[in-house]
C-alpha cells in the first residue's frame, strides 16, 4: 500500500470516527430531561450516536424512532426491541408516527 493510499484510509477513518462520536453527545442529550418510559424520536440519525446515548437512558417500556433518508444510515440501526429505524424524510413524521401507533398526548 503507498503512503498516499493509507493517508487516505486513515483521514476516512478519523472521519467515521468523528461521525459516530458527535460532539456534544451528553450534554445535548442531557437537554432533553429523558424520561426512561418516554417515546422519542431522533430525526437526523446518521450514524445513531445521539440515537444510542437516547436509548442508554430509557427503561424497557420506553421508545425511540428515528429517521434518516439516506440508506446508508441503515448500517447504523441498532438491534433493540425500543428502537425503530424509519428511512424516509423527516417531514413525513406525523404519517409515520401515527402508523406506528403514536399519538400526540
Ligand atoms: C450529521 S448526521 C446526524 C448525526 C447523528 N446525530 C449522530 O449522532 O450520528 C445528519 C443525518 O441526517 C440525515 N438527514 C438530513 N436531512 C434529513 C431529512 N430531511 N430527513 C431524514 N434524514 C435527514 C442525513 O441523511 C444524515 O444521515
Known amino acids: 500500500m503507498t503512503l498516499q493510499i493509507w493517508l487516505k484510509k486513515l483521514w476516512v477513518t478519523m ?3 468523528e461521525y459516530h462520536n458527535p460532539v456534544l453527545l451528553k450534554e445535548s442529550v442531557d437537554g432533553l430531561n ?3 418510559d418516554g417515546v422519542y424520536v431522533d ?3 446518521g450514524g445513531g450516536g445521539h440515537s444510542a446515548e437516547i436509548l442508554s437512558r430509557l ?3 420506553g421508545k425511540l424512532f428515528a429517521f434518516d433518508q439516506d440508506e446508508d444510515a441503515l448500517d447504523n440501526a441498532m438491534d433493540d426491541p425500543r428502537f425503530t429505524l424509519i ?3 423527516f ?3 406525523k404519517r409515520f408516527l401515527r402508523f406506528h ?3 400526540k398526548s
Open 15 to 17: 472521519i467515521l470516527m
Open 34 to 36: 429523558i424520561k426512561p
Open 43 to 45: 430525526v437526523t440519525f
Open 59 to 61: 427503561s424497557k417500556k
Open 87 to 89: 428511512n424516509e424524510n
Open 91 to 93: 417531514r413525513f413524521i
Open 101 to 103: 401507533g403514536i399519538k
